[in-house]
């Protein structure tokens, strides 16, 4: 097997490069997580809650935060088919942990994780791209970098896919292949692109991942006669910080995120407020609010916290790299992070007023919640009133975009616009559309893109053993 990649072996790894390397994916408790993580010590077990994630919990969480319209198949196939994805890549040599730091809340002497997704691949991102590297080399796969897929080959007559036209620093070549899979992400480092398919102002968004995902293999097969389905318009977004680079650092990595604002209150440059920071957990909103942060005045926005949670903040409010002001007051705080002071001002009175009494609890839904404002803080509303607070500036940073290709879901075979799947031709991963639409649930990329992948592996596998056969 061969696999093309654009980028230098340097810079390798694409999106799962930067990833957390979070992964969702259903569970009944902690008998299933030590399978996946099997070093979990029985201390360990004792001082922590894990719960359970139940393949109904899975499915109602993508259906709900999609709006409804996550194609049901494709959902059947994630949901159904993560759990012993998990466990085979487990048996091709990945490791896990669980995620202490991000996805779990001391309550009540336990270490008690929410949200879903709560195990990270060991390294995060950097350590799960090099692990799947290492088990794909163990495994006779070459990698052949910096060669771009440039086109599809097809036969002129069936139509079957037949190879790919490469360039490469050599030049072009034509490498043929008895099944092709596309895995080449979305198109959210492509500005034209994201204009012209998300709206103005997306060339500005900042791209958190790899510069490499520019749509290629999207357009490609579009041109073949491709179906084009999933929500075009729309992209996992999410607040970065403000002076980020245009395109992800590999040093840094995810960190550049700051995603604790349902511990505090997130407002824009007039010192307003534009969304509700506790509308649900995290991992339900904050692939939607970087495309909110695009909207406000310059595509910035301040999250504010005071001594109440800034012990809570994620590690990533820790590092050099971070874009943040300090202050002993509100107006303080608005000059040190170029907010109109008047307008914070009233906003944060009007938020502490609409506060209401009640038990704070970081890793449930708690019901703490704001009355008489627009947006209301849903939950964790506490005030704003222990000082000294700090505040950190962000922007939009794009992550994948939701619009791709159209694909039959138990193989992973692309459809044509006849709803015919093209022989020869797979896609898995960022540029397959429909199951994600206007938002996400954290720590689904990765799993999709591992179950539909094997998915296509397999079939292609299967066929490129067919085609030999014949
Ligand atoms: C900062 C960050 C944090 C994230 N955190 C998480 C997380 O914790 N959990 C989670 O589930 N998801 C996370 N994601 C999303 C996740 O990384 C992606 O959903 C996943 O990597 C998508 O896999 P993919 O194979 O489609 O794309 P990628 O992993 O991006 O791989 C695509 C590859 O294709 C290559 N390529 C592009 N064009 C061509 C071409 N023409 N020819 C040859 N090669 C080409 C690219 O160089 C790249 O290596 C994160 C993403 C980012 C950027």
């Known amino acids: 097997m061969l696999v093309l990649e654009k980028a230098s072996e340097e810079e390798r790894?694409?999106?799962?490069f930067f990833s957390g390397g979070?992964?969702?994916?259903?569970?009944?408790?902690?008998?299933?997580i030590r399978t996946v993580i099997p070093d979990l010590s029985d201390d360990e077990i004792a001082g922590i809650d894990v719960g359970a994630y139940t393949e109904a919990d899975m499915r109602s969480d993508l259906v709900r935060v999609t709006e409804g319209l996550a194609e049901p198949a494709l959902v059947d196939q994630l949901v159904g088919t993560a759990f012993p994805t998990v466990q085979w890549m487990r048996d091709l040599g990945l490791r896990w942990v669980l995620m202490?730091?991000?996805?779990?809340?001391?309550?009540?002497?336990?270490?008690?994780?929410?949200?879903?997704?709560?195990?990270?691949?060991?390294?995060?991102?950097?350590?799960?791209?090099?692990?799947?590297?290492?088990?794909?080399?163990?495994?006779?796969?070459?990698?052949?970098?910096?060669?771009?897929?440039?086109?599809l080959l097809s036969d002129e007559h069936t139509g079957r896919v037949t190879g790919v036209h490469v360039k490469s620093p050599d030049g072009f070549e034509d490498i043929e292949a008895a099944a092709v899979v596309l895995a080449a992400g979305g198109f959210e480092a492509n500005a034209e692109m994201r204009t012209r398919y998300l709206g103005s102002g997306w060339e500005l968004a900042k791209v958190r991942g790899t510069r490499h995902n520019t749509g290629d293999a999207i357009q490609m097969a579009l041109q073949m006669g491709a179906q084009s389905f999933g929500h075009w318009s729309s992209a996992?977004?999410?607040?970065?910080?403000?002076?980020?680079?245009?395109?992800?650092?590999?040093?840094?990595?995810?960190?550049?995120?700051?995603?604790?604002?349902?511990?505090?209150?997130?407002?824009n440059m007039d010192g307003e407020r534009f969304v509700d920071e506790g509308a649900d957990l995290r991992n339900y909103t904050y692939a939607k609010y970087g495309r909110e942060i695009l909207k406000q005045p310059f595509g910035v926005a301040f999250q504010l916290f005071d001594q109440q949670t800034v012990s809570m903040l994620r590690d990533e409010y820790r590092i050099r790299e971070i874009t943040k002001g300090e202050s002993d007051t509100i107006r303080g705080l608005a000059d040190a992070l170029g907010i109109d002071p008047d307008g914070l001002d009233r906003t944060v009175e009007a938020y502490n007023a609409a506060c209401q009494q009640g038990t704070f609890?970081?890793?449930?839904?708690?019901?703490?919640?704001?009355?008489?404002?627009?947006?209301?803080?849903?939950?964790w509303a506490l005030p704003l009133n222990q000082p000294p607070y700090f505040g950190v500036?962000?922007?939009?940073?794009?992550?994948?975009?939701?619009g791709g290709l159209k694909i039959v879901p138990t193989t992973g075979q692309v459809l044509d616009t006849e709803e015919?799947?093209?022989?020869?031709?797979?896609?898995?991963?960022?540029?397959?559309?429909g199951l994600f639409y206007h938002n996400y649930a954290g720590g689904t990329g990765l799993m999709a893109g591992s179950v539909f992948g094997r998915t296509a592996g397999y079939a292609a596998a299967e066929a490129a053993l067919g085609a030999r056969a014949d």
């Open 13 to 16: 790894g694409g999106n799962t």
């Open 22 to 32: 979070g992964f969702r994916f259903p569970y009944r408790g902690i008998e299933d």
């Open 100 to 151: 202490y730091g991000r996805q779990a809340y001391k309550v009540e002497g336990k270490l008690r994780f929410w949200g879903g997704m709560i195990t990270e691949a060991v390294g995060g991102g950097s350590g799960l791209s090099e692990q799947l590297f290492q088990a794909a080399t163990k495994h006779g796969v070459e990698v052949r970098y910096s060669s771009k897929a440039a086109g």
């Open 236 to 267: 996992h977004a999410v607040a970065w910080d403000l002076n980020a680079p245009p395109t992800g650092n590999r040093r840094v990595g995810d960190l550049y995120q700051k995603h604790s604002y349902p511990l505090g209150v997130i407002v």
């Open 361 to 379: 609890d970081p890793a449930a839904l708690d019901g703490l919640s704001t009355e008489g404002i627009d947006p209301p803080k849903s939950n």
């Open 393 to 402: 500036a962000v922007t939009c940073g794009i992550t994948f975009t939701f």
């Open 420 to 433: 015919r799947p093209m022989p020869g031709l797979y896609a898995a991963g960022e540029l397959v559309g």
